[in-house]
Each structure stands twice: as structure tokens, then as C-alpha cells.
């Protein structure tokens, strides 16, 4: 059984930072960010696999990284120049069977273990 508890979400104002922390127990492959804003469907924000394979969304345009504590087992999120339109809950995901296919890594339904998401609410 994979349990994610995820941190770190807040308000800021356009333009500032924020870092996300999603600490998982159990064995896990692949690793995920993905965000949902009120009356729209969850999408993925950033993947990182096993191996120390990333993936982004394109509309990241760099402005968020993501990267993985293999030995405490937690996966991060930085966010920089946030936007208003990046308000959303935020949820950290985790596929403990396999790394999946890699165009498949930012799709939801990829991963089979979820956290109960952190809000990150930017305010113009």
C-alpha cells in the first residue's frame, strides 16, 4: 500500500515561488505533480520516472522543476513565476506497478496511488 502526503502549497503573488513536497511510503516507479482548478479536469504537470527520467508539461515552459529524493522517498515540485492561471489543488501521484509508457506519464489515469492534494491559490 503507497501512501502520499503532500506540503508546501500557500498563496503568493504573481510572479513569486512556491515548493511542493510529496512524501510516499511503499515501493514506487513512476512519480507525479498534477494540478485541478474548480470546473476543470485534472492535468499533469510533471512526471519523474525510476530511472531519473522528466517530463513536463508544455505549458511549464520552464518555470517549474521537479526532482526526486530516491532515498527519503519524496518528490518536490519548485514553482517559480507563478501565474494567477496556475491557481489549483495540486496532488502528487505515484504508479507503484511500473514506470509506464512515456507519452502516458503525464496522464492521470497512468498512476494508481494519489494524495490528497496541497492548494496553491496566486493572486494577480
Known amino acids: 500500500q503507497v501512501h502520499l502526503v503532500e506540503s508546501g502549497g500557500g498563496s503568493v503573488q504573481a510572479g513569486g515561488s512556491l515548493s511542493l513536497s510529496c512524501v510516499a511510503s511503499g515501493r514506487i516507479y513512476l512519480m507525479g505533480w498534477f494540478r485541478q482548478a474548480p470546473g476543470k479536469e485534472r492535468e499533469g504537470v510533471a512526471a519523474f520516472d525510476s530511472n531519473g527520467g522528466t517530463m513536463y508539461a508544455d505549458w511549464v515552459s520552464g518555470r517549474f522543476t521537479i526532482s526526486r529524493d530516491k532515498i527519503k522517498n519524496t518528490l518536490y515540485l519548485q514553482m517559480n513565476n507563478l501565474k494567477p492561471e496556475d491557481t489549483a489543488m495540486y496532488y502528487c501521484?505515484?504508479?507503484?506497478?511500473?514506470?509506464?509508457?512515456?507519452?502516458?506519464?503525464?496522464?492521470?489515469?497512468?498512476?494508481?496511488?494519489w494524495g490528497q492534494g496541497t492548494q496553491v491559490t496566486v493572486s494577480s
Open positions: 501521484a505515484a504508479n507503484s506497478q511500473s514506470n509506464g509508457l512515456d507519452f502516458t506519464r503525464l496522464w492521470p489515469q497512468s498512476y494508481n496511488n
